[in-house]
């Protein structure tokens, strides 16, 4: 059997447009859920949600057990994980555990970035430690060649959501194996001292300008957009992993939705933004 391909680090590399969703709710029964809707990619947070190497483990056998299941099969390798913080370690437990591609936050220097990138590939040219018989990346060896191919299937995406990180976005981009630069809009804000207004025109100029340096290092821009105007607009300035929703804010809006029908104001549809 040969190491699965990833088909999201290919479009990326294509520059295809590729629509994804958050999932926040830490349960593999929704990642399974909506594995079969379709969208492009899932991305499940370890950041922000109450995640741990258990259940992020199960959302990616839900994810998994979804290809073929449903008329629409996205890819096993569509699922991103996002690590709470860069650590080199939990890299190498989340590729083990099957991850194929990975979401560092707060990436400010190129150094950071190198370092990631070092972390997710197998000597010579990373640091990754080797553990094929235990890891279900490998299939716990059923994939022989596994240490070989892994490299290429890897897909690293580093967050930059700072002033620091704008600074060096050019060198961050440049970076070798980095695969793409996900603009964090929440954090980016707060950073230039507009907590809670990422539609701010300062912030939104930096997104933009953020969007360019990307593309002309020739790699993949990706952001997080909750309302439609706002993910067609960088669709439109070339970002080529967008992601739609948050599995959340969906859930809670709907439900609001629904109970204002029958009880008017006191069942008031809440937010949907991050």
């Known amino acids: 059997m040969k190491t699965p391909t990833n088909f999201f680090k290919q479009a990326l590399l294509q520059k295809r447009?590729?629509?994804?969703?958050?999932?926040?709710?830490?349960?593999?029964?929704?990642?399974?859920?909506?594995?079969?809707?379709g969208f492009d990619w899932l991305l499940i947070d370890g950041e922000h949600a109450p995640n741990d190497l258990h259940s992020i483990l199960g959302q990616l056998q839900g994810i998994a057990s979804s290809v073929g299941a449903f008329p629409v099969t996205p890819a096993v390798s569509n699922a991103v994980v996002r690590i709470p913080h860069g650590d080199t370690a939990l890299i190498k437990q989340c590729l083990d555990i099957g991850a194929q591609t990975i979401l560092i936050p707060m990436v400010n220097t190129a150094a950071q970035?190198?370092?990631?990138?070092?972390?997710?590939?197998?000597?010579?040219?990373?640091?990754?430690?080797?553990?094929?018989?235990?890891?279900?990346?490998?299939?716990?060896?059923?994939?022989?060649?596994?240490?070989?191919?892994?490299?290429?299937?890897?897909c690293l995406l580093v967050q930059v959501e700072t002033m620091e990180a704008m600074a060096n976005i050019d060198a961050i981009a440049a970076t070798p194996g980095v695969d793409g630069v996900f603009i964090g809009p929440a954090d980016l804000a707060a950073s230039m001292g507009h907590p809670g207004n990422a539609g701010h025109p300062d912030v939104q100029a930096q997104i933009e300008y953020g969007m360019k340096r990307i593309l002309a290092a020739g790699k993949a821009p990706g952001i997080l957009s909750v309302t439609e105007a706002q993910a067609r607009k960088w669709?439109?300035?070339g970002a080529v992993f967008v992601a739609v929703g948050v599995d959340i804010p969906l859930l809670n809006a709907a439900a609001g939705a629904l109970l204002a029908k029958f009880k008017g104001a006191e069942g008031k549809a809440p937010g949907s933004g991050y």
């Open 17 to 37: 447009p590729q629509i994804g969703l958050w999932l926040g709710t830490g349960e593999p029964y929704i990642a399974e859920i909506l594995a079969g809707v």
């Open 113 to 154: 970035a190198a370092e990631m990138a070092l972390a997710m590939r197998y000597p010579p040219v990373g640091i990754r430690g080797m553990g094929g018989s235990m890891a279900r990346a490998a299939r716990w060896s059923r994939y022989p060649n596994y240490l070989h191919e892994a490299n290429d299937e890897v």
């Open 235 to 237: 669709l439109d300035a």
